[in-house]
C-alpha cells in the first residue's frame, strides 16, 4: 500500500502518540518526538489528503491515535445518513466490536466552568486560567448589557473620536455589538456596521424587505444588503448614531439582528420550501420559529447561552434534498420516525474553520417534535458548561465530543434534558438517499392547487435598495401570502403566486436582473463578502466570481451545473469545502516572484446524503490564472468541452 507525505507524518505522530501512552506518559506522544509539530505546520495543512473518515480535511487525526492508525489501512463505510462519519465512536474494524472512547473522564473535567451572576453567565474564577482574549472582553463586561440595559443608547451618542479613546468603548463597537448582530468595519470602511438579521427557516415579508431598503437607501454607495449562506439578510452601511432608531424599527417590523454574531447561535436553517414543497418531509418553519424564540427569547435575549465558547450553528431538516446543509451543523434534527411517533434523529458537531473542517455525526439520539428545543437547550448548555476556552481554533463544540468522547457528551446532554433522559436514535430516517437533489428555479407547482414557487438567482446575493424595493412590490402584488425565501445558496424564492399571474411576474423588469433561468453555471455561484467589506478578506471574491463564471461560460460548454464557491479567507464563510470546485483566498507569487491575490482550489465537496467534504488540489494560484486552470479542471472531472470559438 502506498501513502503519501501527509499521511506517513501523520503515520509516524500516532506510533509515537500511542508509544507515549503505552510507557505512561500522560499526554500522549514522548517528549522528545517532534514529528506531532511537523505534521500540525501550517505548510502541512496545505497538503492534499484522501477523504476519510477519522480525519480533518487537512488529514491530521480528529478520532483516537490507535483508529487512526488502523483507518490508514482498512476505512469501510457504514449506511445510512450520513454515510460518512468521523468520529472514534462510528468505525468498526473486522473482527473488532464497536471502538468507544478511551479512558473515563474525571468528575472535576465535567464540573461546569460557568455559573449564572447577576443574570448573566460567567466564568468561574478557578476556570479562568489560560483563555482567550475573547473571553477575557466578555468577563470584563457582558456584552448583552449594551442591549439588556440599553447602554447602546449612550454609546450611539458618542463620536468614533470618543469611543476610539476609551478601551471600554472601542471593545464594545468592535467586539461586544456582535452580541447585537452588529460588526464594525474598521479596516475597510471605519465608522460603518454591518449588521446580521435573525430570520428562522429564511422566511421574510415585503415588509421586512421595505424596512431594510429604506435602512440602506440612507447611506448611498455604502449600503447594500447580502442573502448569507445561512438563509438571512446582511445589510450594510449602518452607523452607530443610528443604531438605536434601526433597533427599534426592526423590531416594528417583528425582525431582530440579536445575538447574531461572535459566541451566539446562528440562525435557524429551514427547507426553503416549507409548507409549500409537494414532496417535503414536514414543515421546518414551526420548529425553527420555537427555536429562534428560544434563542432569543423572542426578542428579549436569552443570557443562558449568550456565553457560549465559540459560534453554533443549528438547522432542522424538511426534505430530501438536504437543502439545508446538515452535515456543516453542530446541530441538525433529521427526520425520523420510532415506535410510531414521528421526530428526528440528532446529527452534532459539524462545522468549519481556519484549521479544521468537521462534518456533523450521529448523536445517537431520537427526539420527539415536542422535545426539539428541550434538546437544543440541553446541547448547547452542555457546550456552554464543559467547553474548552482557549485556543480560538480549538473551541467548536466538535472538540468537546472530541475530548470526552461521544458517549460521555451524550451522557452529559441526557443529564439536561427535562427528564434526564435522551432516547436512541431511531434505527433508519426519513431521508431518501437515493433522492436526486432539485432546482429550485423556475416556476414550480407548490402542494397547494393553483400556487407556484418562482425560484430567482441573485447573483452572488448582493441587493441594493432599489432592488429590494422592487422585490417587496413584487410580493405585495404577485405573492398571496407576500412572502419572500432565502436559501443557503445566497437565492430568493417568491412562493405563493397564482398561476393566472405568472405570466406577467416573468414579464417584470427586475427578473432580467434576478432571472429565474439563470445559465447553468452561474446558478449554483456562491461566494462571501470578500475585500470590499470584510476585514478577514484576503481577496475580492464578489465581482472576481462573477468575472471568473462569465468566463468559463463563455469559453466551455459543461454537461451539468458545476457548484462553484469563493471565499476570502481560511474561515470558509462561502463553504468553499462543500462545493464541485472551491475557491480560497490566499496571497501568492506569480510569475515575476510578485505578491498577488491567489486562490487554493477545493475539488470534490458534495451535498446531499451522500455529503463529504472536498480537498485542496491546487494551493496558490494567482486568481489572474484562475480562468485555464479551471477550465482544465471541468474538461478533466465534470466532460467540459471547448467552445468552437475559443478551442485552440
Known sequence: MEINEMQRK???????????????????????????????????????????????????PRASPLLFLRELFHCPRKQGFPTRRCCKESLVLPGDSE??????????????????????????????GGINPAEKIKLEKDPM??????????????????????????????????WLGLFHRRKHQYGTFMMRLKLPNGVTTSEHTRYLASVIERYGDAGCADVTTRQNWQIRGVVIADVPDILEGLKGVGLYSLQSGMD???????????????????????????????????????????NLPRKWNVCVVGTHDLFEHPHINDLAYIPATKDGTFGFNL?????????????????????????????????????????????????????????????????????????????????????????????????????????????LHIPVGRLHAPDMYELARLADEYSVSKELRLTVE????????????????LKEPLLQKFSPFPSPMMSTLVACTGSQFCGQAIIETKARAREVTEELERTMEVPR????????????????????????????????????????????????????????????VPCKDVVPVVQEILIEHFGAKRRAQTAQ
Open 99 to 128: 471502538i468507544t472512547s478511551s479512558a473515563p473522564v474525571s468528575s472535576e473535567r465535567l464540573t461546569p466552568r460557568v455559573e449564572e451572576k447577576d443574570g448573566y453567565w460567567v466564568l468561574k474564577p478557578d476556570a479562568r
Open 490 to 505: 445566497q437565492n430568493i424564492i417568491l412562493p405563493d403566486v397564482p398561476t393566472d399571474k405568472v405570466s406577467a411576474l
Open 347 to 455: 446529527l452534532v458537531g459539524g462545522f468549519f474553520s481556519a484549521k479544521r473542517c468537521a462534518e456533523a455525526i450521529p448523536l445517537d439520539a431520537w427526539v420527539s417534535a415536542e422535545d426539539v428545543v428541550p434538546a437544543c437547550k440541553a446541547i448547547l448548555e452542555t457546550y456552554r458548561d464543559l467547553g474548552y476556552r482557549g485556543n480560538r481554533q480549538k473551541t467548536r463544540m466538535m472538540w468537546l465530543i472530541d475530548e470526552l468522547g461521544m458517549e460521555e457528551f451524550r451522557v452529559q446532554v441526557s443529564k439536561r434534558m427535562p427528564d434526564g433522559l435522551l432516547e436512541r436514535a431511531a434505527p433508519k430516517d426519513m431521508i431518501d438517499v437515493n433522492w436526486v437533489r432539485r432546482e429550485y428555479f423556475g416556476v414550480n407547482p407548490q402542494k397547494q392547487e393553483g400556487l407556484n414557487f418562482i425560484g
Open 145 to 178: 448589557k449594551l442591549y439588556i440595559e440599553g447602554e447602546i443608547k449612550e454609546l450611539a451618542k458618542k463620536s468614533m473620536e470618543e469611543i476610539d479613546a476609551s478601551k471600554e468603548s472601542k471593545e464594545d463597537i468592535d467586539a461586544r455589538l456582535k
Open 264 to 306: 451566539n447561535v446562528r440562525n435557524p436553517v429551514g427547507n426553503p420550501l416549507a409548507g409549500i414543497d409537494p414532496h417535503e418531509i414536514v414543515d421546518t418553519r414551526p420548529y425553527n420559529q420555537a427555536l429562534s424564540d428560544y434563542i432569543i427569547s423572542s426578542g428579549k435575549g436569552n443570557t443562558s447561552i449568550t
Open 561 to 620: 451545473p458545476v457548484r462553484m464557491h469563493w471565499t476570502g479567507c481560511p474561515n470558509t464563510c462561502g463553504q468553499v469545502q462543500v462545493a464541485d470546485i472551491g475557491f480560497m483566498g490566499c496571497m501568492t507569487r506569480d510569475e515575476n516572484k510578485k505578491m498577488v491575490e491567489g486562490v487554493d482550489i477545493f475539488l470534490g465537496g458534495r451535498i446531499g446524503a451522500d455529503s463529504h467534504l472536498g480537498d485542496v488540489i491546487r494551493t496558490g
Open 10 to 60: 501523520a503515520l509516524a505522530w500516532n506510533v509515537c502518540w500511542n508509544l507515549g501512552v503505552a510507557l505512561g506518559a500522560p499526554e500522549g506522544p514522548l517528549p522528545a518526538v517532534d514529528l506531532a509539530i511537523v505534521a500540525m505546520s501550517p505548510s502541512a495543512a496545505h497538503l492534499p489528503s484522501p477523504p476519510s473518515p477519522c480525519r480533518s480535511s487537512d488529514g491530521l
